[in-house]
């Protein structure tokens, strides 16, 4: 899988798991924070996004907070944490 189709299908689902009418997936760049300054998402956001990435992909997040906190970083930790965990090679 090409590693911006896995990006572009993340960003896709940042944006209709939490409502961002205003954001499209050109807004989004891979390796800026999604907390914070970049998208400037919160504590509930990330719940509600680790939900929908578990729906889509049924990975799973520990709770230890630490290591989620390198995952939702930004856009590409995320893709590569969900390829890591679903045995994907990314191109």
Do not use: H, R
């Amino acid at each position: 899988m090409k590693k911006e189709t896995l990006e572009q299908e993340i960003k896709e689902i940042i944006i209709s798991a939490l409502d961002l009418e205003d954001v499209t997936v050109a807004d989004i760049d891979s390796k800026a924070p999604l907390f914070n300054e970049g998208l400037g998402l919160d504590s509930i956001d990330a719940l509600e996004l680790g939900m929908a990435l578990k729906k889509k992909y049924d990975v799973s997040f520990k709770s230890d907070k630490e290591e989620n906190k390198e995952f939702f970083k930004s856009v590409e930790n995320l893709a590569k944490y969900i390829a890591e965990s679903k045995n994907i090679t990314l191109e």
